[in-house]
C-alpha cells in the first residue's frame, strides 16, 4: 500500500484510499489531489536516478519496487533564448522548457506515464479518454507500453496526423460531432457501459502528478523558481501540476515561500479562464463556438477551472488572450529566432510575454516560457489553414 492519500480539491476533509481505482471526489465532484504524508526528496538520489521524471519517484505514486510505464518522458531541455529575449527587449534571461521533446511530442506523455502506471496496477481492463489529439496520442502509447486496451474519442475535425498517431499505437478511435467537452460526455458514457476506466483530464487523480514534474525540473534546472511562467492553457493540468509541484518542494526544503508568476496564456477563440480571470469569478463559463489553431488549447470548459483560477491569483500571475494572428507570429519568431520546435500553442506563450511587457510587468528574474508540443503534429492541417503564411 503506498503511503499517500486522496484528498477533495474543494473539501480536504473529503479523503480517500489510493489502493483503487478512482474518479473525482463522489461528495462534490472536484478533482482529488495526491497527498504525500513524508516530506522529503533527497538531492543525491534524485541526482542519481534515471534521465526522465521518474527521478522524482520518491513524490510520485509508485514504491519502491514497483516498475513505472515509462518511455522515458520529462528531463526535456531548458533551452535559453537570447535571440528572441533580444526581440521582447527583455534584461532578464529568457527560456524555452521544451516540451516537443517528450516520447509523443508533447508534455501529455509526463501525465501518461503516472495515470498509466497506476491503472495497470490498481487493476483497470481498458483505457477511455477524450482528448484534443496530443493527449490520446499519449495514452495511446502507454496503453501499448503496458498492453492495455485503449478507446480514444476526438473532435471529427481532428487533424488526420493525430488519429493515424493514436491507430498506429493500437488504439480505437471514435470520431464525435463538436469539440473536446463533446467528446468526453461520450468517454464518460462510454466508460459507464463497458466498464473501461475513464481517463479524461483531472477525472483521474494521477496525470497531474505526471505533469507536476515540471515544475520540479525548473526548480532543478534553475537552482529556485522563476520570475514567471507562461503556460499555454486548455485543461490547465500542466498549470495546476505545476503549483503542487512548488508547495511540495517548499515542504521538502528545495524552495522558500516565493512563487513565480503564473501567466496562463489561452486564444482570443477560446478563452474561458481569461474571462473569469478579467471578471474576478472563482470558476469559468463555458465558451461558445470555441475555435483556434492552438489546437490544445481548444477547451471551452475545464473542470480545473477553480483550481487554475486560484493558482494564477495566489501567484500574483495574470491570464492573457492572444489573437490567431500573434500565436502563429510567436510561433514563427521561436522556430526562426531560436531554432526550436514551436507549436501554435508555444507561440501563444511568447505571444502572451510581449502582452505582459506591454502591459508592464518588470520580470525581475527568469522567465520561461513553455513549448508545450511539436508543430509537427498538426503539419497537414496547417498547410491548408490561411495562417500558414506567417510560415513563409
Ligand atoms: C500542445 C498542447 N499545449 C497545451 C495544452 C493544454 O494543456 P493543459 O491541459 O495542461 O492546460 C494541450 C492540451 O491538449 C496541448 O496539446
Redesign the pocket.
Known sequence: VLPLALVCSLDARHRFEPERLSATCPGDGAPLLVEYPHRSLDRAAVARGPWSMWRYREMLPVDAAEEPVTLGEGSTPLIPAPQLAAELRLDVPLYVKD??QNPTG???SR?MSVAVTRARRLGAAALVAP?????GGALAAYGARAQLPVIVFLPRDTPAILIEECETYGARVELVDGL?DDAGKRAAEFAAATGAFNMA?LREPYRIEG?KTMGYELIEELGGPPAAIV???????????MWKAFDELEACGWIGRRRPKMI?VQAEGCAPIVRAFEENAPSARCWDDAFTA??????PS?L?DRL?LRAIRESGGTAIAVSEADLLSGMAAMRTREGIDA????GAAVAALRVALDRGMHPDGPIVL?????AL?YAPRRAAATGAAAFA
Do not use: C, D
Open positions: 516540451e516537443s508533447s508534455f501529455k501525465g482528448s484534443a489529439g496530443n493527449a473536446i483530464t505533469k503556460y499555454p492553457t486548455g485543461g490547465g493540468t500542466g498549470l495546476i501540476g496562463a492552438a489546437w490544445g488549447l481548444r477547451v475545464a480545473g487554475m507549436s501554435e500553442e508555444g513553455f513549448n508545450t508540443g511539436s503534429k
